[in-house]
């Protein structure tokens, strides 16, 4: 049922921004599994609109929970040099 909540919100989220790409990232994704990215996807697919440019992949992070901490990370050392 979480599938189907989530891939409503990233079809309204694909309507809104129409990214390339989409990754399903956390914990969420990393326990359940393909097949919740393969439902979430399916449904996110049903929901948004078409587009020129094709409709974006959807994949589950490589990262799982480590994706947060290290885009953040990222940002304060892009931030750093940036000075």
């Known amino acids: 049922m979480s599938a189907r909540y989530a891939g409503v919100a990233i079809g309204g989220v694909i309507n809104l921004l129409d990214p390339a790409v989409v990754v399903i990232g956390g914990g969420i994704a990393e326990a359940a599994g393909r ?4 439902w979430l996807s399916e449904t996110a697919y049903r929901e948004a609109l ?8 959807i994949v589950a992070s490589r990262l799982g929970d480590d994706a947060g901490l290290l885009g953040a990370a ?10």
């Open 50 to 57: 078409p587009s020129a440019d094709g409709r974006p992949s």
């Open 35 to 38: 097949r919740y990215v393969d």
């Open 74 to 83: 990222l940002t304060a050392f892009e931030d750093l040099a940036a000075r």
